[in-house]
């Protein structure tokens, strides 16, 4: 049995429109003959000329968030508490088994920006795909905003997952989901726009606050999901271990069995 591996995530690219102003991530490069010197500083009486072609080592500095890149938010990133009053786990606490499972792919191109899905959408699309959720399903949503990760229409583009979509899916033991678009609500600029008329902060972040009820996890900038079948397939999306975080980072990959 041949088995295939399709990269779901997103490079951590610096100058590049992956998130909102301000909040992209930035990247120092360190080239090898700029490392030279830094080298030597190890081993008194070594040069730059002694070292092979004069060179040192290559390094990358990083400024980033948790939440830069394909990552993994963590309960505790949506609230303080979790399950109806628990402290919400942080993303080192997040047991391994819900990391590597089962995938489930909800194709939702075809919604409006700003779209706030329902749970009817949401059954509508298992009943579709001919597929019924089962504990521990890693559900994944193929947004529009997916093939545009990088331009400038990336973070204000998708449809967003509401409370009552999110805990349809936590309801029936669901503990991780995904997005490819830049947040698993609806992009903030539609939901500003929703709450100058309302003036209903229920609505604001409401998928992810839905965590309170039934704590779970999300991986936020996917990409390739057009790639996958419906079903069929495993996901994992182990997050980099940071104590008491949020959130981190996950090389988040599909594996298909053919």
Same mark, same amino acid.
């Given at each position: =049995?041949?088995?295939?591996l @399709?990269?779901?995530?997103v490079?951590? *690219? ?8 301000? =909040? ?7 080239? #090898?003959?700029?490392?030279a010197?830094q +080298?030597c /500083?190890?081993? %008194?009486?070594? *040069?730059?000329a ?8 290559? =390094? ?13 938010? /963590?309960?505790?990133?949506y /609230?303080? *508490? ?7 786990? *942080?993303?080192?606490?997040v ?7 089962? !995938?489930?792919?909800? $194709?939702?191109?075809?919604?409006? $920006? !700003?779209? +706030? ?11 579709? @795909? !001919? #597929? ?14 997916? +093939?545009?990760?990088?331009? %400038?229409?990336?973070v204000?583009?998708g449809?967003? =997952?509401?409370?009552e979509?999110?805990?349809y899916?936590?309801s ?8 490819d678009?830049?947040?698993?609500d609806? %992009?903030?600029?539609?939901? /500003? ?6 003036? $209903?902060?229920?609505? @604001? ?7 309170? $009820?039934?704590?779970?996890?999300? @991986?936020?900038?996917l990409?390739n999901?057009?790639q996958?079948?419906?079903? !069929? ?14 959130g ?7 594996i298909?069995?053919?």
């Amino acid at each position: =049995m041949a088995r295939r591996l @399709i990269d779901i995530s997103v490079a951590i *690219t610096a100058d590049i429109a992956s998130d909102p102003p301000g =909040m992209e991530p930035r990247i120092q490069y360190t080239a #090898h003959k700029e490392s030279a010197e830094q +080298v030597c /500083a190890y081993f %008194p009486g070594l *040069t730059p000329a002694d070292l092979p072609d004069g060179e040192g080592w290559a =390094m990358e500095r990083l400024d980033i968030t948790t939440h830069n890149g394909t990552h993994v938010d /963590a309960p505790y990133h949506y /609230a303080s *508490t979790m399950n109806e009053g628990k402290r919400a786990i *942080t993303i080192d606490e997040v047991p391994l088994e819900w990391c590597f499972q089962r !995938g489930v792919k909800l $194709d939702f191109r075809h919604m409006a $920006d !700003g779209h +706030v899905v329902s749970a009817q959408e949401i059954a509508d699309e298992l009943a579709r @795909i !001919g #597929h019924t959720l089962q504990p521990l399903d890693i559900v994944v949503v193929n947004t529009s905003a997916g +093939v545009k990760y990088g331009q %400038p229409d990336y973070v204000p583009s998708g449809c967003g =997952m509401g409370r009552e979509a999110t805990l349809y899916l936590t309801s029936r033991g669901v503990r991780v989901c995904g997005t490819d678009s830049w947040s698993w609500d609806a %992009p903030f600029g539609f939901t /500003a726009k929703r709450y100058a008329e309302s003036k $209903d902060a229920r609505i @604001i972040w409401e998928g992810h606050k839905a965590g309170r $009820d039934i704590g779970y996890c999300q @991986i936020e900038k996917l990409s390739n999901l057009e790639q996958l079948p419906a079903t !069929g397939f495993m996901v994992s999306c182990f997050p980099v271990k940071i104590t008491k975080a949020s959130g981190g980072w996950t090389r988040a990959v599909a594996i298909i069995e053919d």
